[in-house]
């Protein structure tokens, strides 16, 4: 069965770093997605991407994110200076129309 | 502000018992529901979605959904152990973007 992957599986980075999480969604899913959750609270979406373009971004998705799609299977969020609030675990999404399927995740811990 | 809402739980069932989980959205446009089953410390994976009102069967699972009164529900029939988890209520307000609801923790005890 298809599925989203996500590298690295855990990343630890010092504040003010930059970070790029990595995904590789379904292959046939034309949109793409990133989620956060912050230990404890609830997912929360950061951007969604069609086409080449975000079409849909929340209010934490500020200037220090940014989100690309390299090449024809990997799709990447960029955090250009990471704070200490940026500890979460980053979830890759994708779906073919409504129903979006999760990767594994991400844990990022910025020190 | 869109929100979704959910009881925190936890619901302890026995093994064999029907699980009842239940959400409230706010805003009567909503098109898409989902729920999805959340282990500690894994990502959420989608087991239903409903778009129309009433009831939708897959395996032990039912959710049913009401537009009028802006619920939606998860049952779960024979409730084994390995259903313990948080079950996460989503909502597609508009776009393709999905608000989560906090989640409800199920215990099934055998």
């Known amino acids: 069965e298809p599925e989203v992957t996500q590298t690295p599986s855990h990343q630890v980075t010092q504040m003010g770093q930059e970070v790029i999480l990595r995904c590789v969604p379904i292959?046939?899913?034309?949109?793409f997605y990133w989620y956060r959750q912050i230990l404890g609270q609830k997912v929360e979406f950061l951007v969604s991407?069609?086409?080449?373009?975000?079409?849909?971004k929340s209010e934490i998705f500020d200037d220090q994110f940014s989100v690309e799609r390299p090449d024809g299977s990997n799709f990447t969020l960029k955090i250009r200076s990471t704070k200490l609030e940026d500890s979460a675990m980053y979830f890759c999404?994708?779906?073919?129309?409504?129903?979006?399927?999760f990767g594994p995740g991400t844990r990022l811990t910025v020190t | 502000q869109k929100e979704v809402e959910q009881n925190s739980g936890p619901l302890s069932v026995p093994e064999g018992a029907i699980a009842s989980l239940n959400c409230t959205y706010s805003?009567?446009?909503?098109?898409?529901f989902f729920w999805y089953r959340q282990y500690s410390g894994k990502s959420p994976e989608l087991i239903m979605s409903?778009?129309?009102?009433g009831d939708k069967e897959d395996g032990r699972f039912t959710a049913q959904l009401n537009k009028a009164s802006q619920y939606v529900s998860l049952l779960i029939r024979d409730s084994q152990p390995s259903d313990s988890a948080t079950y996460l209520c989503a909502v597609n307000f508009y776009g393709n973007k999905l608000v989560f609801g906090a989640g409800t923790i199920l215990r099934v005890k055998s």
């Open positions: 991407f069609y086409n080449n373009e975000i079409s849909e």
């Open positions: 409903i778009y129309s009102n």
């Open positions: 999404a994708s779906s073919d129309h409504y129903e979006q399927y």
């Open positions: 805003d009567r446009v909503s098109q898409s």
């Open positions: 292959s046939n899913h034309l949109y």
